[in-house]
T-cell receptor
Framework: QQQVKQSPQSLIVQKGGISIINCAYENTAFDYFPWYQQFPGKGPALLIAIRPDVSEKKEGRFTISFNKSAKQFSLHIMDSQPGDSATYFCAASRGRTGGFKTIFGAGTRLFVKA | DTGVSQNPRHKITKRGQNVTFRCDPISEHNRLYWYRQTLGQGPEFLTYFQNEAQLEKSRLLSDRFSAERPKGSFSTLEIQRTEQGDSAMYLC???????????????FGDGTRLSIL
């Protein structure tokens, strides 16, 4: 119940294309769903996050779509650029009753071809 | 730079030795978290502090691991009698938020990479 399942494991996209990464969760107590970007040798950096009372959130080229009934959420990267090549992690977190414990997916390695 | 700072960046030690890592969070952040990340995997939650109080610990945090945040500012993570399986990146994150407030964005440091010989 604590798992967050992420797919695909790796993704190759042409420059200018749309990158789509999907995640699914089981625990309905999760109330915060962030996405992180990580480059080699660096810590994860927060990209965008959503709470379950919203079905979509957009920030620049990044959009989260959230389907509460299906317990799924996804990240869309529009107009993908070579600089977007990194590992992306979805995550889910519970609030105070869950000790703000954040569960991460296994990651998606994105490569954007120039 | 006012981000989360972790020291040392790399630590190489022999099996059985004790190691201690330090995390300096963003100054106004009262929540602090420790995670462990192994190669090719996502970070795994270890523990969470609200100011100086350690309020949540993962079952991953065996009795060889101890974390402190004595004055609600910096934090240390100590591993005693290190084992080969302890080799990983240890990440620290911090966020705003009072004890009864909802989740807030977590800001990560660049981690301490531990290698056990």
């Amino acid at each position: 119940q604590q798992q967050v399942k992420q797919s695909p494991q790796s993704l190759i996209v042409q420059k200018g294309g749309i990158s789509i990464i999907n995640c699914a969760y089981e625990n309905t107590a999760f109330d915060y769903f962030p996405w992180y970007q990580q480059f080699p040798g660096k810590g994860p950096a927060l990209l965008i996050a959503i709470r379950p009372d919203v079905s979509e959130k957009k920030e620049g080229r990044f959009t989260i779509s959230f389907n509460k009934s299906a317990k799924q959420f996804s990240l869309h990267i529009m107009d993908s650029q070579p600089g977007d090549s990194a590992t992306y992690f979805c995550a889910a977190s519970r609030g105070r009753t869950g000790g703000f414990k954040t569960i991460f997916g296994a990651g998606t390695r994105l490569f954007v071809k120039a | 730079d006012t981000g989360v700072s972790q020291n040392p960046r790399h630590k190489i030690t022999k099996r059985g030795q004790n190691v201690t890592f330090r995390c300096d969070p963003i100054s106004e952040h009262n929540r602090l978290y420790w995670y462990r990340q192994t190669l090719g995997q996502g970070p795994e939650f270890l523990t969470y502090f609200q100011n100086e109080a350690q309020l949540e610990k993962s079952r991953l945090l065996s009795d060889r691991f101890s974390a402190e945040r004595p004055k609600g500012s910096f934090s240390t993570l100590e591993i005693q009698r290190t084992e080969q399986g302890d080799s990983a990146m240890y990440l620290c994150a911090s966020s705003l938020g009072g004890r009864y407030e909802p989740n807030q964005p977590q800001h990560f440091g660049d981690g301490t990479r531990l290698s056990i010989l």
